[in-house]
């Protein structure tokens, strides 16, 4: 069973949102509640970079390109991490995944997130 399940992803235009979710099924409910978790992205040719993050508590932190503009949020019952991303821009293109902040577990398959015109 794989450790993360992102989804979410898609093609939109300059402006457009979209809401990624990530599913954490091998962690039982006080692992995933008692850990920070966090959104990274790749794009093409570029290293792993990180996006935001949410601890147990819901405090969030965000890189600066995309404050204001994207927000994290939780469902610890549902073991399960968001990622509303507004007012998208073509820089934004890249495989979204997450994972345990504090200590990376086997990474996901990801969700392409591309944004054109």
């Known amino acids: 069973q794989v450790h993360f399940v992102e989804s979410g992803g898609g093609s939109v235009q300059p402006g457009g949102s979209l809401r990624l979710s990530c599913k954490a099924p091998r962690m039982i409910l006080s692992d995933f509640t008692g850990n920070a978790m966090g959104w990274y992205r790749q794009a093409p040719g570029k290293q792993r970079e990180f996006v935001a993050s949410?601890?147990?508590?819901?405090?969030?932190n965000y890189t600066d390109s995309v404050k204001g503009r994207f927000t994290i949020s939780r469902d610890n019952a549902k073991r399960t991490v968001y990622l509303q991303m507004n007012s998208l821009e073509p820089e934004d293109t890249a495989v979204y995944y997450c994972n345990v902040v504090r200590v990376w577990r086997p990474w996901g398959q990801g969700t392409q997130v591309t944004v054109s015109s």
């Open positions: 949410i601890t147990g508590s819901r405090i969030t």
